[in-house]
């Protein structure tokens, strides 16, 4: 069935530096895909999305990439601080039978940022 | 978490019996969603209607029921039936139902423990 895979599970970087978390798809269908961000006991929080009419796609210091022909997108933080330590989704909508749509989510990615 | 509300925060039940979640949205959205969220995992679909009085499965509906008699409001019955009913519940909404490039908002979350 249909999937998304993300890596890697768990991240730890030095404040300042950049992250990076990948996902791969598997629906070549889908056409949206947001990145959430989740805090300890919290819902997820929307924090970027990119639809496949784009490549890139860029707020503040937060970008995501997609490749569409490769099935891969990516997260991009830079200039990384404490507060962005959280647990970090992709996902990526498919169509379901009755013709409206769903997500998939990844695994998703424990980021630490060490101060 | 916007206009979307989910009660109570945490819920505890004993083995064999039946509890209600509560998701209400003010956001006028269209279609709701109800997750479930395992320790290290992502999110998994349970039920999802894209409009009042209709509903459809997700991909781990079993020993789970779902009603949607107001556009605001989407309850989650976790039935006995429901072998390893602990874990997070998020509730979503989007606001067009046949979109298929439409964020969905996330409610902050019920914590089920069954003892």
């Known amino acids: 069935g249909e999937n998304v895979e993300q890596h890697p599970s768990t991240l730890s970087v030095q404040e300042g530096d950049s992250a990076v978390i990948k996902c791969t798809y598997s629906?070549?269908?889908?056409?949206?895909f947001p990145w959430y961000k989740q805090e300890l006991g919290k819902g997820p929080q929307l924090i970027i999305d990119?639809?496949?009419?784009?490549g890139e796609k860029k707020d503040q210091r937060i970008a995501v990439t997609l490749n569409k022909t490769a099935k891969h997108f990516s997260l991009h933080i830079t200039e990384t601080q404490p507060e962005d330590s959280a647990v970090y989704f992709c996902?990526?909508?498919?169509?379901?039978?009755?013709?409206?749509?769903?997500?998939?989510f990844g695994s998703g990615t424990r980021l630490l940022v060490r101060p | 978490d916007g206009g979307i509300t989910q009660s109570p925060k945490y819920l505890f039940r004993k083995e064999g019996q039946n509890v209600t979640l509560s998701c209400e949205q003010n956001?006028?959205?269209?279609?709701m969603y109800w997750y479930r969220q395992d320790p290290g995992q992502g999110l998994r679909l349970i039920y999802y209607?894209?409009?009042?009085?209709?509903?459809q499965k997700g991909d781990i509906a079993e020993g789970y029921s779902v009603s949607r008699e107001k556009k605001e409001s989407f309850p989650l019955t976790v039935t006995s039936a429901q072998k390893n009913p602990t874990a997070f519940y998020l509730c979503?909404?989007?606001?067009?139902?046949?979109?298929?490039?439409?964020?969905?908002?996330f409610g902050p979350g019920t914590r089920l423990t069954v003892l």
């Open positions: 996902a990526a909508s498919i169509g379901t039978m009755d013709s409206s749509y769903k997500l998939i």
């Open positions: 629906d070549s269908a889908s056409n949206y």
């Open positions: 990119i639809r496949s009419n784009v």
């Open positions: 956001l006028n959205h269209d279609a």
């Open positions: 209607s894209q409009i009042v009085n209709d509903f």
């Open positions: 979503a909404s989007m606001p067009n139902r046949q979109g298929d490039t439409d964020t969905q908002y």
